[in-house]
């Protein structure tokens, strides 16, 4: 393949990848940066969609709302074995009316969104007690009594009633326990009094490490305003400095309780569902069954690992979990999703016991228990003609909750890579979509060759007489006696032996085919010569030069039905 032909595959390959990302891209999904706000303040709708969608059609929800702060920007992401091409639009929506919004589904291009909701209070009857002057500070937890090891949402809230042009936030971190800030600064405007005022809302996640009383430090801020700038570029130097800061706060922290259920997990709440459930089974054939668990207050790392309880008859297959974290109600949220494939080694009745899972209610102080029902099938037989592996039946017994994070080598655990790779003709859902997107890139890809050589074949032949590497011959002409003497003189017997090789017809690559070719007893008796040079102690310019006069002319090969004459050497590389 020449390095034309390769440039143009590269670039082909590269578009068909960009064209790929782009019909890649999901379908648009939105969501807002909080779910619950008060009458009087601002949210932020974020609406992603593919590289090229237009822009959403935000009028459904002129009713509601008052849009403001429309934006765009557009990007791309990767993954393992994904590419995706990304334009994120945003809007800031101001409630007209407090209660339980719906936002409706918005048209992009050809598809919608998902419909969303919104809870937006009363405007409160008093005001924040730090409420007074251009800048104050609003430092609040989500639980003033936690458990150990619970995770508390902490909120620090910087209000501004004048423009700022630079400045900074401050929350210390307390002793004896974890703190870590979470997620991005959200912005929005709240009037208080008549006053508008502009607020950087910035998220911690607390996490007690022992009992006892817990002291926060209190938040500052130091910073400039647009008069303090002005006051700068003309002299004045006075005016503009804003500061702000709030008191300690002390936490009561409770130890674990006895009747805890372990292992332990503190919440405000827990709820698990079937996401996907199979209406039937088949022997030998895989379905997929996935959970969903959503725990308010707590993050991805503090929730126990979703299992499926075991099932005379079916094997289970457990995935990696999927963990989506976000901050509701000024405290983290988990949702956990895992799917598992399940695999019918008979036919008749299974069951499946309903997942369970205990946990804290740190509102109550109770112990609870989260359960899905159980779930029954009717195995039927696998497709005609189709007979279940026997590795199937002699696969070890898996633990439902087996993966990456808890298989030990040697256990007899199997991970979900290689889970992965057994063939399970049953799958569905996402599995299938993957398929279907492998199977579209491949096409791309398949297509992307072919034109390569489409082009590569109507490209005309180099003119005899042109100029041909030595080094590396032309596929696309046959190269002339002048090539054959450049290779010759500057490059090496390797060289030579391509150049001629390549002007044979059809070409040929070992010098055994070439003495079997050539017609002329001279330019075979150089060859020979050259080949005692390259590996015996034959010498290497004399076969040079016996080279240049047998070959001057250009060889001679033989005529079909012909015989050359036999070589006084045996083959390099005898034939079988």
């Known amino acids: 393949m020449t390095p034309e032909t390769r440039t143009r595959v590269r670039w082909g390959a590269w578009l068909m990848l960009m064209l790929f990302a782009t019909m890649a891209s999901a379908a648009p999904r939105a969501w807002l940066d909080r779910d619950r706000i008060v009458l009087g303040e601002t949210v932020t709708l974020n609406v992603e969609a593919g590289l090229l969608s237009s822009a959403p059609d935000y009028s459904p929800l002129e009713g509601d709302f008052r849009l403001s702060g429309h934006s765009s920007q557009r990007g791309f992401s990767g993954g393992t074995g994904q590419t995706s091409s990304y334009t994120l639009f945003a809007v800031a929506l101001r409630p007209l009316r407090d209660?339980?919004?719906?936002?409706?589904?918005?048209?992009?291009?050809?598809?919608?969104?998902?419909?969303?909701?919104?809870?937006?209070?009363?405007?409160?009857?008093?005001?924040?007690?730090?409420?007074?002057?251009?800048?104050?500070?609003?430092?609040?937890?989500?639980d003033t009594r936690p458990y150990v090891q619970q995770s508390v949402g902490w909120v620090?809230?910087?209000?501004?009633?004048?423009?700022?042009?630079?400045?900074?936030?401050?929350?210390?971190?307390?002793?004896?326990?974890?703190?870590?800030?979470?997620?991005?600064?959200?912005?929005?405007?709240?009037?208080?009094?008549?006053?508008?005022?502009?607020?950087?809302?910035?998220?911690?996640?607390?996490?007690p490490e022992r009992s006892g009383p817990l002291e926060i430090p209190g938040a500052s801020f130091e910073g400039r305003g647009t008069s303090g700038l002005f006051d700068d570029m003309f002299g004045g130097g006075r005016g503009g400095r804003l500061g702000a800061q709030v008191g300690p706060r002390t936490l009561q922290v409770q130890p674990v309780p006895d009747k805890a259920p372990q292992p332990w997990l503190p919440l405000h709440d827990l709820k698990l569902r079937y996401r996907a459930n199979p209406a039937?089974?088949?022997?030998?054939?895989?379905?997929?069954?996935?959970v969903e668990a959503v725990a308010d207050g707590a993050t991805g790392a503090q929730m126990p690992e979703l299992e499926l309880p075991p099932s005379d008859g079916v094997q289970v297959f457990p995935e990696r979990a999927q963990v989506d974290e976000r901050f509701v109600d000024g405290r983290p949220r988990a949702t956990v999703t895992r799917s598992f494939s399940?695999?019918?080694?008979?036919?008749?009745?299974?069951?499946?016991?309903?997942?369970?899972?205990?946990?804290?209610?740190?509102?109550?102080?109770?112990?609870r228990e989260a359960r899905l029902p159980p779930l029954q099938w009717n195995v039927q037989p696998g497709a005609a003609g189709f007979d279940p592996p026997a590795a199937t039946a002699a696969l070890p017994s898996i633990p439902a909750g087996a993966g990456p994070s808890t298989a030990r080598p040697g256990d007899g655990a199997i991970a979900p890579a290689e889970s992965a790779a057994l063939p399970l003709p049953g799958m569905q859902g996402d599995?299938?979509?993957?398929?279907?997107?492998?199977?579209?890139?491949?096409?791309?890809?398949?297509?992307?060759?072919?034109?390569?050589?489409?082009w590569r074949h109507q490209r005309p032949a180099t003119p005899a007489g042109g100029p041909t590497s030595a080094h590396a011959p032309d596929a696309r002409a046959?190269?002339?006696?002048?090539?054959?003497?450049?290779?010759?003189?500057?490059?090496?017997?390797?060289?030579f032996v391509q150049v001629l090789g390549a002007m044979a017809e059809p070409p040929v690559k070992s010098v055994d085919a070439l003495l079997e070719r050539l017609d002329n007893p001279a330019q075979r008796r150089a060859l020979e010569a050259m080949q005692q040079a390259r590996w015996g102690d034959g010498d290497g310019p004399s076969a040079r030069a016996l080279l240049r006069e047998a070959f001057a002319d250009g060889p001679r090969w033989t005529v079909p039905g012909h015989a050359a004459g036999e070589s006084i050497l045996p083959p390099l590389y005898p034939q079988r």
């Open 99 to 142: 209660g339980v919004l719906t936002i409706p589904a918005l048209s992009v291009g050809n598809e919608r969104t998902a419909p969303l909701t919104l809870v937006v209070e009363p405007a409160p009857q008093q005001t924040p007690a730090q409420a007074r002057g251009d800048v104050f500070i609003e430092s609040v937890p989500d």
């Open 156 to 207: 620090v809230r910087l209000f501004s009633a004048v423009p700022i042009v630079s400045g900074t936030l401050d929350q210390p971190a307390p002793e004896g326990a974890s703190f870590q800030r979470v997620g991005d600064d959200a912005q929005y405007s709240r009037t208080i009094n008549g006053r508008q005022y502009q607020i950087v809302e910035r998220r911690f996640m607390l996490v």
């Open 280 to 290: 039937e089974l088949r022997q030998g054939l895989a379905a997929t069954l996935t």
């Open 342 to 367: 399940l695999v019918p080694g008979r036919t008749g009745a299974v069951a499946l016991s309903g997942v369970r899972m205990g946990w804290w209610d740190v509102k109550a102080g109770e112990a």
């Open 431 to 454: 599995r299938a979509a993957w398929v279907a997107a492998t199977v579209l890139f491949a096409v791309l890809w398949l297509l992307t060759l072919l034109l390569a050589l489409h």
């Open 478 to 495: 046959r190269p002339t006696p002048a090539a054959l003497r450049k290779a010759l003189d500057t490059g090496s017997f390797e060289d």
